[in-house]
């Protein structure tokens, strides 16, 4: 037997005539099965047992049946009964994909956002429950593929895309499952994970804290399995299209795909508009952006990667003061004290620098506090973004990437701000994908340590808001600059208008 509320199922295989009646009530006086109820108490027996069924339960006023009735999310039954039920259910998802469908027509980032957080789970419960009924969802596939898929990137997906779209946003993908490979997998799980609790109930007694213990431990094994096996999955598909690893390597990075699950706040500039939303995908995955010039305003060829490496325009120096701004907020939110950005250095006079140092008496720190790292110490922090898909970049991996630019930030100002500033020099390196260098992301983690401190949030929740903002301060501004001009409008300054003409 098992309990929901105030609902009470009970299997047996007694003969009906064995079968206690009193056993469906509630309690002398509140019957489920009053008037209040008479279409919530079934009785699920073999045709065999039907006449016999009726005449023992005739007064208690329950549905007698022998082909099935739904219990909870699913069903069971005859198997035309319950292959009807998850028709009908399967049915009622894919109207909800079609209006999904439509809103994303012109809110795709909403859309994607209600479907990974509610639509997908709705038909979980029912693939645990239920077995062999991954061919009955090839029609929700079909409206998700077709209808869905496209809204959101703004045209057809091929297979290889559907395939990399399905795996878990933490491997590269975008967390759309694939419900008609899906329902096995989740009903193959459920019965390993149930297996402890089955048995009990089969021998008619068990340890409940050892059972739920027995049970906590399958569920982490199949969901270790589980990510094994999609992450097998996109391994294959890096090994069928040799191009994707690069690309791969970049949105599993940490804070690289938090865009995606992050819900679209638009109070907190977390909602991409419908351009911004397709153009984010294909920056994802390197796709091809429609109705791009052809040519930069620079000369040179144009394509997604060029765009976010020219100098011409200056969204390099806007994504650059974005960062920094952002920082230096999340500093003051911190509780570090004196807080300035663009602080110029003191003068490096007859001090012996190396020669890779940056000597320059006007030279400045992005970024300049006391307290980061000790009571009262002066840090100074200076960022740098760089575009990982650059020509000169890719034949070097990201690791080594990250290194570089981390070096050369320590080469040009580490010793100066050591021997004349007497303070600390962290860099902050961060990609246009996303990730961050080591470095970056100590501070990061000292500066979420603080902030759930001071705040009282906890360290995750921290830690999550620090790598949102920042994601979306360089993943604004780098869309901006796809589609964005980069020469001057030429006008008359408005010094030289005569207002009286006007």
């Not at 099935?68 to 894919?94: C, E, K, M, P």
């Not at 970049?250 to 351009?275: C, D, M, V």
């Not at 000790?374 to 740098?384: A, H, I, M, T, W």
């Amino acid at each position: 037997q098992h309990w929901r509320l105030y609902d009470k199922a009970v299997v047996s295989t007694q003969s009906t005539g064995e079968f206690d009646t009193t056993e469906i009530k509630i309690n002398p006086d509140k019957s489920y099965l009053d008037k209040s109820y008479p279409d919530k108490s079934y009785l699920l027996v073999k045709p065999e047992f039907e006449n016999r069924a009726r005449s023992i339960f005739a007064e208690t006023g329950m549905v007698l049946t022998t082909e099935g009735a739904r219990h909870l999310g699913a069903a069971i039954g005859s198997d035309d009964f319950t292959q009807a039920y998850v028709r009908d259910q399967v049915n009622a998802w894919v109207e909800m994909v079609y209006n999904l469908s439509d809103i994303a027509t012109n809110h795709p980032h909403l859309a994607y956002s209600n479907y990974i957080t509610s639509l997908k789970f709705k038909w979980c419960y029912l693939q645990r429950t239920m077995g062999n009924t991954s061919d009955l969802f090839q029609s929700l596939e079909s409206a998700i593929r077709d209808r869905l898929i496209p809204k959101l990137i703004g045209r057809p997906c091929s297979d290889t895309e559907r395939n990399i779209f399905a795996l878990p946003i933490q491997l590269g993908g975008m967390g759309m499952d694939n419900p008609a490979e899906t329902a096995d997998h989740q009903y193959k799980y459920s019965i390993t994970n149930s297996r402890p609790l089955i048995e009990a109930i089969l021998v008619g007694h068990g340890d409940i804290s050892s059972i739920d213990a027995k049970c906590r431990d399958l569920r982490a094994d199949t969901g270790h399995a589980e990510i094994k096996r999609k992450a097998a999955l996109s391994s294959v598909l890096q090994e069928e299209h040799p191009t994707l690893k690069r690309t791969f390597a970049l949105n599993i990075e940490k804070g690289a795909s938090l865009w995606l699950s992050a819900k679209p706040y638009k109070w907190l500039g977390f909602e991409l508009s419908r351009q911004e939303f397709t153009d984010a995908v294909a920056l994802r995955y390197e796709f091809v952006i429609p109705d791009l010039p052809s040519t930069c305003q620079c000369g040179k060829p144009n394509s997604s990667s060029h765009a976010l490496s020219c100098p011409l325009g200056g969204y390099s120096i806007l994504r650059h003061n974005e960062v920094r701004d952002c920082l230096a907020e999340l500093a003051q939110h911190a509780g570090l004290k004196g807080v300035e950005i663009e602080r110029q250095l003191l003068p490096v006079g007859d001090f012996p620098l190396p020669h890779t140092a940056n000597h320059a008496p006007d030279a400045r720190m992005d970024v300049y506090c006391m307290g980061l790292w000790g009571p009262l110490q002066k840090s100074y922090l200076d960022v740098r973004i760089f575009h990982p898909g650059a020509p000169s970049y890719r034949s070097k991996s990201i690791g080594n990437l990250y290194r570089e630019q981390e070096a050369q930030k320590k080469r040009s100002y580490g010793k100066r701000i050591i021997e004349i500033e007497r303070g600390t020099f962290s860099p902050v390196v961060l990609s246009t994908s996303g990730g961050v260098a080591p470095e970056c992301d100590r501070l990061l983690r000292t500066l979420a340590a603080k902030i759930a401190s001071k705040h009282g949030n906890s360290y995750r929740e921290a830690m999550e808001f620090i790598r949102l903002r920042l994601r979306f301060a360089v993943l604004r501004v780098c869309l901006i600059s796809l589609r964005g001009t980069r020469i001057k409008v030429h006008h008359t300054p408005v010094g030289l208008v005569d207002l009286n003409l006007l």
